[in-house]
């Protein structure tokens, strides 16, 4: 069953930047649309971004749109998840999942959820 890892996260202050990474083991993530969510205390599990099989179509949450780039890595196996200007408003518990299209967080996703990575802006 195909498990991916997130990893990357961390405590920046507000307008600081992270990048986020998700992989997995024994499977292509080329092969897959990757889409990026998160979790905040108390609210349902949103997207963030996604990019389609291939890395021909990026989208983006209003909200991450100019702040946030998807990109893969194919070499290494990984989509990274490039976040600046952060806000407080962008803390969260941060997954990734692969998906058959990009199709949101209600959509169908390969194997399990992951534990994520912890997102914290604060000063």
């Known amino acids: 069953q195909l498990q991916v890892v997130e990893s990357g996260g961390g405590l920046v202050q507000p307008g600081g930047s992270l990048t986020l990474s998700c992989t997995a083991s024994?499977?292509?993530?080329?092969?897959?649309?990757i889409g990026w969510f998160r979790q905040a205390p108390g609210k349902q599990r949103e997207a963030v971004s996604c990019?389609?099989?291939?890395?021909?179509?990026?989208n983006y949450q209003d909200s991450a749109k100019g702040r946030f780039t998807i990109s893969r890595d194919s070499a290494k196996n990984k989509v990274n998840l490039h976040m600046n200007g952060l806000k407080p408003e962008d803390t969260a518990i941060y997954y990734c999942?692969?998906?058959?299209?990009?199709?949101?967080?209600?959509?169908?996703?390969?194997?399990?959820w992951g534990q994520g990575t912890q997102v914290t802006v604060s000063s």
């Open positions: 024994g499977y292509t993530l080329a092969y897959y649309a």
């Open positions: 990019i389609s099989l291939g890395g021909v179509t990026t």
């Open positions: 999942a692969a998906q058959p299209f990009c199709s949101g967080s209600n959509g169908e996703i390969f194997g399990s």
